[in-house]
């Protein structure tokens, strides 16, 4: 596979950007080499300045459930260009979108646009701690949820109850107000809120968890949360930036039937433009200035092309497009699954709809423990080999990845195959 162009790329961009990229994940650092500098991407396969085609299970990190570059998708952002980029102002475009949002995931009476996943439950949960007075945050070990300061945060050691910054540069006062608890354990949870009554302002979490690969919920582990938040006086948020319009039109909460109080998504609403919501409970959200005190704001929040690019995707979203994506899925599932098995090697392929990740271990992978225990070296070949091979695989083994409807049984098989040489 020829390198040349993404190499002399890779060596200018790192002068000027910081490891040559925007975002830490695309550097590869976890598995070594250089990464592919895209050129261009059309349904489920993506091109690099070298000439190689990939088929991609990155999905730019989760908006491309559609494929790239779809054509009603592209259509309708050019056609919105030219109406101007961004007006400061009220538009009818919003409101559209709005409505179809608020309809499509019933937990979500009022709304806010924001840019970023990050900036979403960054502001959820300012608004669940305006509401209810409190200052304290539950969030679950291995979920990610953005890069705002209370949220680089992980458990205290030891018996320690406050957490410790996660990352340089987040102060220890602000991580102190985050408790960071394991992912499915319900009992521990239940002791915080029986440990420390009235202070705990909201939980939150991924409800499946993308973010150190994919682990689904517990039975009852996301009732546990919503009782526990109701039974308290706290607010419950789900963190949907990865799952929302991709586990179904409600995203997990609507795959599994529940109302959280708060919910913030991202990724797939604004169809690989810079968007994402969050929103909830009416009461909660009217908190939200100038309704109420919890300042808010953002200069190109809900513009026009971000909005468009979010309403041709989202109105696409049907039964038909889930069924598509559950048999893709099982496709997969199964074919790594028997993949491995003919390879002999350790490889827990867990899924959830169109996300899905093969670990490293003999699973289940429940929490991050679990996750942490994985053959990193193992999975360094795999990456390497399907790279090889063409197949465009999460440079990380604590990413999902993830197929959209522009994948075709095709490329599962091809992908297939490519992994049974991988794991050899
Ligand atoms: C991607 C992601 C975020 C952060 O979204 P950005 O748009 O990258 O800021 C937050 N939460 C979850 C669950 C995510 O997957």
Not at 31 to 60: H, T
Not at 204 to 229: K, T
Not at 246 to 269: C, E, F, M, N, V
Request: net charge neutral; glycine share 10%; proline share 5%.
């Amino acid at each position: 596979m020829k390198r040349d162009v993404s190499g002399a790329l890779f060596e200018r961009a790192q002068r000027v950007i910081v490891a040559g990229v925007n975002s830490p994940v695309r550097a590869f650092r976890a598995v070594g080499g250089v990464p592919p500098f895209i050129a261009r991407a059309r349904g489920s396969r993506l091109f690099d300045e070298d000439g190689n085609e990939f088929i991609d299970y990155v999905g730019s990190w989760g908006p491309a459930i559609l494929g790239h570059a779809d054509p009603q998708v592209i259509a309708a952002v050019q056609s919105a260009l030219t109406n101007g980029l961004s007006f400061g102002a009220p538009t009818a475009l919003e409101v559209e979108f709005a409505e179809l949002v608020t309809s499509m995931v019933p937990s979500i009476e009022l709304m806010r646009c924001v840019s970023s996943g990050t900036e979403a439950t960054m502001s959820a949960i300012r608004v669940a701690r305006g509401f209810t007075g409190r200052d304290v945050l539950i969030k679950f070990e291995g979920c990610y949820h953005g890069h705002a300061d209370h949220l680089l945060v992980k458990a205290g050691s030891g018996a320690a109850t406050f957490g410790e910054p996660d990352s340089a540069g987040v102060p220890a006062s602000v991580a102190r107000l985050t408790l960071t608890l394991p992912y499915n354990d319900i009992g521990a949870l239940e002791r915080a809120f029986t440990d420390s009554p009235g202070v705990i302002a909201a939980v939150i979490v991924e409800p499946v968890v993308g973010n150190m690969g994919c682990v689904p919920p517990i039975a009852g582990f996301l009732e546990a949360i919503i009782a526990l938040c109701k039974r308290d006086g706290a607010v419950s948020i789900f963190d949907e930036v990865m799952t929302g319009f991709r586990l179904s039109r409600a995203g997990a909460q609507g795959h599994y039937g529940l109302h959280p109080d708060l919910t913030a998504l991202g990724k797939i609403a604004g169809g690989g433009m810079p968007l994402a919501i969050y929103g909830g409970r009416r009461d909660i959200m009217s908190k939200v200035a100038p309704l109420g005190p919890v300042y808010q704001a953002g200069t190109l929040s809900g513009n026009p092309s971000a909005v468009t690019a979010g309403l041709a995707t989202l109105s696409r979203l049907d039964a038909a497009l889930y069924a598509k994506l559950e048999s893709l899925g099982a496709r997969l599932e199964a074919g790594l699954t028997e993949a491995a098995a003919k390879a002999n090697a350790e490889l827990c392929v867990q899924r959830v709809g169109s996300m899905l990740t093969p670990f490293f271990t003999r699973g289940p992978v429940r929490n991050w423990n679990d996750s942490a225990k994985q053959d990193k070296e193992r999975f360094v070949r795999f990456h390497r080999s399907l790279l090889e091979q063409g197949i465009y695989w999460p440079a990380s083994q604590y990413e999902a990845a993830f197929i959209s409807v522009a994948h075709s049984e095709a490329d599962i098989d091809r992908t297939v195959a490519a992994a049974a040489e991988a794991l050899k």
